[in-house]
């Protein structure tokens, strides 16, 4: 029986956050200790399984500088001060920053960090030890699984509360040098055959837009960019270039493969890739689809040639839903369900494939899973530890699957390779368009600057000494998430850092050229206020706004597009979550983005103080629940939106006054392409008005 062949992919990229000699933001230190470590290490105990490690330049030199330049970031520089030595201000900026993390895995289970947690929300004065357990706890709480193993991490989790500063100060020493560990193992793994690595363009810029911003037009027709239009594919070449170069100088050889960033690729791009003598690239298989026309789905997983010039690169186009099931679903499930669900869905690809193509075409054919090696780990129990060894496990003793890296897939294409193209759709990963990066106003703006900027490094051509500092700069600002943060389709504590970030690179290059900066770019770029991710409810709800879904009339809201993010943008049809109360009912309002569709389903689950289900389907509304309820105590209301409600009475038996009693509920939205939840995790919680 021949096996089903995968190749597993874990992108690691954080932005370049470095601001003269600091890093604003904490997250290349953080992801450091808690993934870029530990994703790595779980391999050493199962040395069957092969995977392809994609390493963006800007995140390892972060590294690199934090270790060998001493530079450090915000977080870790009010982690190392005294309790004594703090300012209010600099208490009130380790109140605001400390606790960012998912509350379930990362502080709740922590008695010490919990309670911490709970005094800061309630306002409750801190006395220095607990200021100074909670610079610990917060840093503690990032340390990856594998590496608190370690008797010098063991005994924090011992002691729990109580800590010294010298004890604090080891601490934050002691973590700067797994840090220092993470090339190593990468390098022995690479050394065993066990791990592929591959690079990234420098600064993880959006390729096809540096080429020609208007390409997005293709995806995008109605979009109206204003001139300057960014088109330099010199800039592109350069971060190319640049990365690779990086890439060989950290690791001692050159990269076979490139993950384009954010999976967005054009024929220019690949003609680049192709140039600089890549033999292997990846994206999202939409692109192939309306590259060929042909709507096959077991089509995407046979590699595709494309040659020119008597070279040629081999395209993967990932599985979009066993990619995202690791990213955004099987954190709420339970690890042997998850990996069940996994290697079934493997099985059935295998199957698929061989009737429709037969047995031999296994040796062709290829799943890719390919995703972010950082963002969702946190949302699993033990960040996700127990999950990666089950199915580490399960997949080495699986004979019908069997894990593979690119390169060893690209040795195994034959020359006369069938499956083939000429040129790619232009597009990302994220719905084949590149809205995500240029499809709002606010990032349109961005766009606009940094072409206006750039035009002006080129009217200084000749002065190379400034040329070249200038460029510099603006190779930083070329990176995708300055854009991704514009707009409103994605949500941080930190967002407004990308901005700011953004136009301090812009600013000095026109101090470089010695150009006043226009005060345009002195001041944010977003010229909307930011969308709160949630909005607490204010009064009770009268009957005449039931139906009025808005926080002026005092809804609570839950904006459930942004907390989701554009990457599962083409599972999202739930835009925003409201909730509140009248006088006998609690209310749940649900705004979609689009007109539910055949295979659509929400189901609004109530976790506390009893357990019920609210499903609605298209033409349909049905109610599960564990205790005796009534309909007539049901509310149920659909125009452009649904409102469902549901007696107070019936939740809490006993009580004839429902103010300041708990409701925790959330919602989850499914379909062919899978399921999210609202929140991603955890549960929303409400006390009644």
């Not at 199962?46 to 392809?52: G, H, L, S």
């Amino acid at each position: 029986m021949k096996p089903l062949r995968i190749c597993f992919l874990w992108h690691q990229h954080q932005p370049y956050y470095r601001k003269e000699e600091k890093f604003i933001l904490p997250w290349v230190r953080f992801h450091a200790i808690k993934d870029y470590l530990d994703l790595p290490s779980i391999l050493f105990e199962f040395p069957e399984i092969k995977q392809t490690f994609n390493i963006v330049p800007s995140l390892l030199l972060q590294i690199y500088e934090y270790i060998h330049l001493g530079i450090t970031d915000r977080v870790q520089e009010l982690s190392y001060k005294s309790p004594t030595s703090l300012s209010m201000d600099e208490k009130q900026e380790i109140w605001k920053q400390f606790f960012v993390c998912n509350y379930q895995n990362m502080i709740a289970k922590y008695p010490r960090y919990l309670e911490l947690y709970n005094k800061a929300n309630s306002n409750v004065e801190f006395s220095e030890q607990d200021w100074l357990d909670l610079q610990v706890w917060y840093n503690l709480a990032w340390l990856g699984q594998l590496s608190r193993q370690r008797p010098q991490f063991k005994r924090y989790f011992t002691k729990e509360k109580c800590f010294s500063q010298k004890e604090k100060e080891l601490l934050l020493d002691e973590e700067l040098k797994l840090m220092n560990e993470i090339v190593p193992v990468l390098k022995q793994l690479n050394d065993l055959n066990q791990v592929e690595l591959s690079v990234s363009p420098f600064y993880h810029p959006i390729l096809p837009l540096l080429c020609d911003a208007s390409i997005a037009k293709v995806s995008l027709p109605e979009l109206n960019l204003a001139e300057p239009i960014f088109k330099f594919p010199q800039d592109a070449e350069i971060q190319i270039y640049k990365g690779k170069q990086y890439f060989g100088e950290v690791f001692g050889f050159e990269p076979k493969g490139i993950w384009p960033s954010e999976g967005s690729l054009s024929t220019l791009v690949l003609d680049l890739m192709l140039k600089h003598d890549f033999t292997w690239t990846a994206t999202d298989p939409k692109l192939l689809f309306r590259t060929t026309g042909l709507q096959e789905e077991l089509l995407q997983y046979f590699p595709y040639v494309y040659a020119k010039d008597d070279k040629r690169l081999v395209l993967f186009f990932r599985d979009t839903l066993l990619s995202d099931s690791i990213g955004f679903t099987y954190h709420h499930w339970k690890p042997e369900d998850a990996v069940f669900d996994f290697v079934s869905i493997l099985k059935s690809i295998r199957n698929r494939i061989m009737d429709k193509f037969g047995e031999d075409a296994l040796d062709i054919a290829c799943v890719p899973i390919i995703l972010d090696g950082e963002n969702c780990w946190e949302y699993y129990k033990d960040n996700g530890l127990p999950f990666l060894t089950l199915l580490y496990r399960t997949i080495s003793d699986e004979p019908l699957v069997q894990t593979f890296t690119f390169s060893e897939i690209v040795s195994s294409i034959a020359n006369d390779h069938a499956y083939r193209i000429t040129e790619i759709y232009p597009g990302s990963w994220i719905n084949a368009s590149f809205y995500t990066w240029i499809g709002q106003p606010q990032k349109q703006r961005a766009w606009y600057w940094l072409a206006k900027t750039r035009n002006l490094i080129e009217e200084h051509k000749n002065d190379s000494q400034k040329y070249s500092k200038a460029m510099e700069f603006m190779l930083v600002a070329e990176g995708s998430d300055w854009f991704w943060w514009y707009g409103d389709d994605n949500i941080a504590p930190n967002k407004e850092d990308f901005d700011e970030l953004f136009r301090w690179y812009l600013i000095n290059i026109y101090k470089v050229l010695e150009v006043e900066p226009p005060d345009e770019i002195l001041e944010p770029l977003s010229t909307h206020p930011n969308l709160d991710l949630l909005t607490v409810a204010t009064k009770r709800i009268t009957g005449t706004n039931i139906r009025k879904l808005s926080p002026d009339v005092g809804w609570g809201r839950y904006y459930a597009k942004s907390a989701i993010g554009t990457m599962l943008s083409n599972k999202i049809f739930l835009s925003e979550i409201f909730f509140g109360n009248t006088k006998t009912l609690f209310l749940v309002g649900l705004r979609l983005s689009r007109e539910l569709q055949e295979n659509d389903k929400i189901t609004i689950l109530i976790t506390e103080p009893k357990e019920l289900k609210v499903g609605i389907t298209k033409g349909e509304f049905n109610f599960y629940a564990d205790i005796p309820i009534d309909l007539q105590n049901l509310y149920f209301a659909y125009d452009e939106d649904f409102v469902i409600g549901i007696n107070l009475a019936s939740l809490f038996h006993s009580k004839d006054n429902f103010i300041g009693s708990k409701i925790e509920f959330l919602v989850k939205t499914e379909n062919e392409l899978g399921e999210i939840t609202y929140p991603i995790d955890g549960a929303l919680t409400y006390f009644v008005l």
